[in-house]
């Protein structure tokens, strides 16, 4: 999936107009129609996105209207297949095809596939993290509900986590998310970090969380739940009391040092 996400932010890169934040580049699982979806771009009268369908096993070009205009399976496919493809419905449309060659400006994980795609499609191999992912769309959008905000959940294409950031004050902003397994963490795991003006935070001071734990040390700090902690449906509760927890400790910290 992540290998695959590539060739949307790729069509992302090469005409959604270009943001700060590289946000341009990044994607939405769509847990209504199952599919991780692009941006959409081009004139307003007409415009269209690319998206992988998780039902059929194709990469598609929609417009406004959820009509499929072009589509592929990806089964048997090789990556240099899906991308003539698009380069020939690029060209289609009057889009410079050619900026498909040109590497994105980050690198992702080596995971030692070839070149050729599946020679089936399984829907079946994917739902496991359609679940997990449908489940951070929705922690995202509960955190972005409980503090009155309107950012939308999106997958980011470099280290392929879902995450939001929101602007909680002038001073504080909380970045949410479930992040793919890494050293730090020897799991899939959700995380809640804040990014403060003017403040110093002290993570040591934090009381231990529930479920869960705090990382104080290193390069990133935070608080972090392994996914392997909650994924029984018994335990989903886990998440929505990591989510309370973490986040009303961040905004005590805000209110001790007197932010608005």
């Known amino acids: 999936m992540h290998r695959l996400a590539q060739l949307i932010a790729k069509t992302n890169r090469n005409y959604v107009t270009k943001k700060a934040d590289d946000s341009h580049t990044n994607l939405y699982l769509d847990s209504l129609g199952n599919r991780l979806m692009g941006r959409w771009f081009g004139d307003s009268q007409k415009e269209i996105l690319l998206c992988f369908n998780l039902n059929n096993g194709c990469l598609e070009w929609i417009n406004k209207q959820q009509q499929v205009l072009e589509s592929m399976s990806i089964a048997g496919k090789s990556m240099d297949e899906l991308l003539l493809f698009l380069k020939d419905f690029a060209k289609s449309k009057g889009l410079d095809a050619s900026a498909y060659d040109k590497p994105m400006h980050y690198e992702i994980p080596d995971y030692k596939l070839s070149n050729v795609l599946q020679s089936s499609f399984d829907p079946d191999a994917f739902k496991g993290w359609t679940a997990v992912r449908a489940l951070a769309n929705e922690a995202c959008n509960l955190l972005s509900g409980y503090l009155q905000q309107n950012d939308q959940p999106r997958i980011w294409p470099h280290h392929f986590d879902t995450g939001i950031y929101l602007q909680v004050s002038n001073h504080l902003g909380i970045g949410f998310g479930l992040a793919m397994k890494d050293e730090m963490v020897g799991d899939a795991y959700f995380y809640m970090a804040a990014y403060a003006k003017d403040l110093e935070i ?23 739940l392994p996914l ?33």
Not at 205 to 218: F, M, N, Q, R, V
Not at 230 to 258: V, Y
């Open 228 to 260: 392997a902690s909650h994924a029984e449906e018994k335990n989903i509760k886990k998440l929505n009391e990591f989510l309370l927890q973490t986040t009303n400790w961040f905004l005590g910290r805000a209110s001790m040092n007197h932010m608005t």
């Open 202 to 224: 002290d993570y040591c001071s934090a009381e231990p969380l529930d479920d869960g734990y705090w990382i104080t040390k290193g390069g990133w700090k935070g608080a972090v």
